[in-house]
């Protein structure tokens, strides 16, 4: 269903499509050939892909860059610091920014699904929730999915936020939301996911769950459950007492759709 109807007198507006990636050969031209390219620019927006390599020792490189798509390479190693590589990376004329994991896990057309909440002022940030959408079979074991649900009802007791998927790789944000959360970011890893949320709880900003799609992830998982599992309930104790200067908390808002730091990196 096309909600955004575009005008012939309207310009594009642009969405910044991010794919943070390590050793993800195996989903990632899966992926690419998914970004829903023709149905956006019908609704008015025209989609730019970034793959930030995260010193990637297989194909992942190879891969991206046969696509034609801009790619770029971060040293230090970790997801939280692919993003925020990403992040810096991101042309000041975009006005949405999505998040996606390389692994064929998520689905690149239910981007309208994260986009449509911005778009019409609802929030700033859009989480993409697995747990009140559609797991495939075989796609989230049960051990990560009870850490999920324990992670998720802490943040929503202690933070007030109503989301229902803190460790979701799916994110959608106006960039305006970025541009104040990215100077605040210190997670190198797997905790930025849930630094990402709890700190945009903490800076005012609106957050919307939306439900989604979860599939089987092609090639191995990266995640170490016990080392990132104790990252992340320690970003969530840290992040409890942590309060931006002059910033007030808001609280979170919640919809529900049933349709629908600076790091270094080297461009190519």
Known sequence: MI???ARESESMQKITLLIPCHNEESGLGKVLEQVPYE??????????????????TDKTSEIAKSFDIKVIHEKKQGKGNALVAGFNAVSSDTKYIVMMDGDNTYKPHEMLRLIEPLHHDFCDVVVGSRLSGKMLDNSLRFSNRLANWGYTFLVRQFYFANVTDVLSGYFAWKKSAID??????????????????????RLGHDIASVPITYDKREGETKIN???DGVNILFMFFRNLF?????????????????NLANPEFVEE
């Not at 149905?39 to 990637?56: A, H, L, Q, R, Y």
């Not at 630094?195 to 945009?200: A, Q, R, S, V």
């Not at 200067?245 to 759709?257: Q, S």
């Open 242 to 258: 942590w309060k931006p200067r002059n910033r007030t908390r808001e609280k979170v808002t919640t919809l529900k759709i049933s």
């Open 225 to 227: 459950p016990f080392r």
């Open 180 to 201: 104040d959360l990215v100077p605040h970011i210190k997670s190198n890893g797997f905790s930025i996911e849930m630094e990402m949320i709890t700190k945009m709880v």
């Open 39 to 56: 149905m956006f620019k019908k609704i008015g927006f025209e989609i730019e892909t970034i793959v930030i390599d995260n010193n990637s």
């Open 3 to 5: 909600i955004f109807p």
